[in-house]
């Protein structure tokens, strides 16, 4: 058989054992609004054989709202091992395999790393389709600066650990982005005001292109004020410029709620 050559422009194919593999696409997908999708993840998904997904109820109203219908495998934190094994024995196999989380791009908080690494180590090499992501999203809508910027994830739930990582995001000397439940986000803007400083700016996007999007900026001891008592919903993205008072950046000087 022809061996087919790598390229940006092969779909991902590569040849592995002298043979012709199939590909595996990592796919970004959007995180509310259904139109934020690129002509890219729409072919990927159309020509897929196997469309792999952490929420395949949700990917499924995804892909039927672009009329698109393929055989979906799930992909979550408790069977990831064994479905990721078989995904990349089928890419082997020949088979086209769409890999996408809930929303947004893999592997940013979300599954992806481990299939990522074991197609790698297959010969694989995945075809990253980029696209939406709650992070790029915040980190151009908090309003702070973001020449450079830290991402934190998921804060620890136990006090200690949550503890210690607040304070290693009160030395940073650049903007920080972290996700929060909306259950821990009254409790988190407390803790950013004692353990961070009052006078800590601070953007909380929520919803993010969603049909109640909002995005909240100020002081940490401004949004504790502001939002005390309020029952939060939805997904959350906190911002959170550490720096000291006298040395921040003189283009966050009139930050305001």
């Known amino acids: 058989m022809e061996e087919i050559k790598h390229s940006s422009e092969s779909s991902g ?46 990917t499924n109203n995804l892909l039927s709202a672009h009329n698109i219908h393929k055989k979906l495998v799930s992909c979550h934190i408790y069977n990831e091992h064994k479905t990721v094994s078989y995904l990349v024995e089928s890419a082997l196999s020949g088979k086209k395999i769409a890999y996408v989380s809930d929303a947004g791009t893999p592997c940013i908080s979300d599954p992806g790393y481990l299939i990522m690494r074991e197609a790698l180590a ?72 004692e353990l961070i400083g009052k006078d800590t700016k601070v953007a909380v996007i929520r919803e993010a292109t969603k049909l109640h999007e909002e995005i909240l900026r100020g002081t940490a001891e401004e949004l504790v004020q502001k939002t005390a008592g309020r029952n939060w919903k939805g997904e959350c993205v906190v911002a959170i410029y550490p720096c000291d008072k006298n040395k921040q950046d003189d283009n966050v000087s009139s930050f305001k709620c």
């Open 13 to 58: 194919m590569i040849p592995v054992g002298g043979t012709a593999a199939g590909s595996i696409s990592i796919i970004s997908t959007p995180i509310g609004n259904m139109k934020d999708i690129t002509m890219r993840a729409v072919e990927a998904l159309s020509s897929a054989d196997i469309v792999a997904a952490e929420d395949t109820r949700r």
């Open 122 to 193: 297959k010969g694989i090499e995945p075809q990253i389709i980029p696209g939406v992501s709650a992070l790029t999203f915040s980190v151009v809508a908090s309003g702070l600066p973001a020449d450079k910027f830290s991402f934190y994830g998921f804060l620890p739930v136990k006090k200690g650990r949550r503890d210690k990582a607040l304070l290693e995001i009160a030395a940073e000397e650049k903007t920080v982005f972290i996700f929060e439940s909306p259950y821990r986000m009254e409790k988190l803007l407390g803790e950013i005001s």
